[in-house]
C-alpha cells in the first residue's frame, strides 16, 4: 500500500504566476550581474524545480492581432528565474545541470511565436522583409502544436530553456561590456542594432537591495540578448529534458539562472522572437566537477543533448551558398551566414508556392523543428549550408510533383490592428 512516508515531492524554488508582469514579482531578473545575490541555494545532488515567466515578462496574449509583439518593451527583456547557489562551487569549477523535465503551465497552454518591427527586435530577416509584427498563437496539447493562424501543421515540440547560464565575474563582465561597446560604437547606425549595452531603463531585480547596490547592477548589468562564455541565451532547442550541461564557473556558487522557455524551435530561431514562446516549469539537478574549467579548457559551455527527441525521417531540404541570389546576387568569401539566409530564404518562397503568406512561412521555420547543418566550410568561395522541413508535420502533401501545387488558402497570421505587414 502506498503512503506518504518517504515520499518528498521536489521543492519549487521560484513561484511565479505567467498572467503578472514579471517587474512585479520576486525571483525574476532581466540583466547579468555578479552583484545579484541568490534568490535560493541548493546542495550539489538535489533536485528542485523553478517556474519561469515567458520571456518578454506577459506582454505578449492570445489573441488575433500583433499589438502586443509591434509595442513589447524590449528595455525589460529577458525575464529570468533565479539565481540559484549551489554550495560548494567556486570559480575554476565546472558547475554540471541535468535538465530533468519541462512543461508549460497547466492554466497556460499555450505559447506565441513573433516576428520584429525593423525598429523594434528585427529578426534574421528585419531589413530584407522590412519587418512588420505578426505572431501565431500555438495551442499546446501533449506533445504537441498546432496554430489557428498557420492552418495544416501539427509537430510534436521539444521542449527547452532558450537562455540558461552562470552568474559573471566582475572581469568577466567588465570584458562583455567593453567588447560589445566598441562593436556598438563601430556600428552606431545599425538597424536592427549590432548589439545592446548596458541600460538602467528596464532593469529588474525582484529581491530587496540596496538603493547602491540596486543602482550599479543596473547601471553596469549586461543584457541578456546574446550568448556569452557563460552560456546565456543561445537558443539550443536540443538541451531539452534530459539534456545534461556543463558551465563555467566565474562566482562563488555559481548563481544559475534560467528563463526563455521555448516548446518547440527552428535551429536559428529567426524570427527574433522565433521559438514557440512558453512560461512553464523547469527540473533540475546539479553537481560540482571541482577545477572543472582547467580540466576540460572550458571556455564555453559543453553540452550533453536530450535522449529524447522527436524522429521525423522524411525531410525536405533546401540549400543555401554564400551568394545573395535573393538580393542584388552579391558574391560572398565562404560566409555562412549568407548560405544560411538562403536556405531560408529559399524555403520561404517554395512555402509561399503551396499557399503560405511569407509571414505564416517565415513563422513557421522559426517554430517548427527545423534542422539546419553545415554542409561545407572548405569550397571556396561557396560555403553551403542546408535547411531541412520535416514532410509529416503538414496533412497536406508538400512534395514537388509535375503538376505545382493546387491552389491553397490558409488565410493569415496574426497582423497588426491597422493592417500594415
Not at 145 to 151: E, F, M
Request: some cysteine; charged content about 20%.
Amino acid at each position: 500500500m502506498a503512503t506518504q512516508a518517504n515520499s518528498t515531492p521536489h521543492p519549487t524554488l521560484i513561484r511565479v504566476d505567467p498572467f503578472i508582469p514579471a517587474d512585479q514579482q520576486k525571483g525574476i531578473h532581466n540583466r547579468w550581474h555578479p552583484d545579484i545575490p541568490p534568490f535560493a541555494t541548493v546542495k550539489p545532488g538535489e533536485t528542485f524545480k523553478i517556474e519561469c515567466v515567458d520571456w518578454t515578462g506577459a506582454q505578449v496574449g492570445n489573441n488575433d492581432n500583433s499589438d502586443d509583439i509591434r509595442n513589447i518593451d524590449l528595455t525589460k527583456i529577458h525575464n529570468l528565474s533565479g539565481p540559484i547557489a549551489v554550495e560548494g562551487a567556486e570559480p575554476g569549477d565546472c558547475l554540471v545541470v541535468d535538465i530533468l523535465d519541462i512543461t508549460p503551465f497547466e492554466k497556460m497552454p499555450w505559447g506565441y511565436t513573433g516576428i520584429f518591427e525593423l525598429e523594434n527586435g528585427g529578426g534574421l530577416f528585419a531589413r530584407e522583409f522590412n519587418s512588420r509584427a505578426a505572431k501565431a498563437i500555438w495551442d499546446l496539447n501533449g506533445i504537441y502544436a498546432t496554430s489557428r493562424h498557420i492552418p495544416g501543421v501539427r509537430f510534436a515540440g521539444v521542449t527547452h530553456p532558450g537562455l540558461i547560464g552562470t552568474a559573471p565575474s566582475t572581469e568577466l563582465l567588465a570584458t562583455w561590456n567593453r567588447r560589445e561597446g566598441a562593436l556598438i560604437e563601430a556600428h552606431a547606425d545599425a538597424l536592427p542594432p549590432v548589439a545592446y549595452g548596458p541600460l538602467s531603463t528596464g532593469a529588474y531585480v525582484g529581491q530587496e537591495l540596496s538603493g547602491a547596490v540596486r543602482d550599479k547592477i543596473y547601471a553596469e548589468g549586461a543584457r541578456t540578448v546574446p550568448g556569452r562564455e557563460h552560456g546565456g541565451n543561445c537558443d539550443i532547442k536540443n538541451l531539452s529534458k534530459g539534456s545534461r550541461c556543463y558551465f563555467p564557473v566565474f562566482v562563488k556558487g555559481a548563481n544559475l539562472s534560467v528563463g526563455d522557455l521555448h516548446f518547440s524551435q527552428g535551429d536559428g530561431e529567426i524570427s527574433f522572437c522565433g521559438a514557440i514562446e512558453m512560461a512553464g516549469i523547469i527540473t533540475f539537478n546539479t553537481s560540482i566537477i571541482k577545477g572543472g574549467i582547467e580540466k576540460f579548457a572550458l571556455k564555453q559551455p559543453i553540452f550533453l543533448p536530450s535522449p529524447i527527441d522527436p524522429v521525423y525521417s522524411s525531410k525536405i531540404i533546401f540549400e543555401g551558398l554564400s551568394v545573395d541570389l535573393h538580393g542584388d546576387g552579391k558574391q560572398y568569401n565562404m560566409d555562412a551566414t549568407v548560405a544560411y539566409k538562403q536556405a531560408a530564404l529559399n524555403a520561404i518562397a517554395y512555402l509561399e508556392k503551396i499557399g503560405y503568406t511569407r509571414q505564416q512561412a517565415y513563422l513557421l521555420l522559426s517554430a517548427a523543428p527545423v534542422e539546419s547543418h553545415v554542409g561545407a566550410m572548405v569550397d571556396s568561395p561557396n560555403a553551403c549550408v542546408t535547411l531541412a522541413i520535416p514532410t509529416a508535420i503538414f496533412d497536406h502533401d508538400i512534395l514537388p510533383n509535375p503538376n505545382g501545387f493546387p491552389k491553397r488558402d490558409f488565410g493569415q497570421c496574426a497582423i497588426r490592428s491597422d493592417g500594415v505587414v
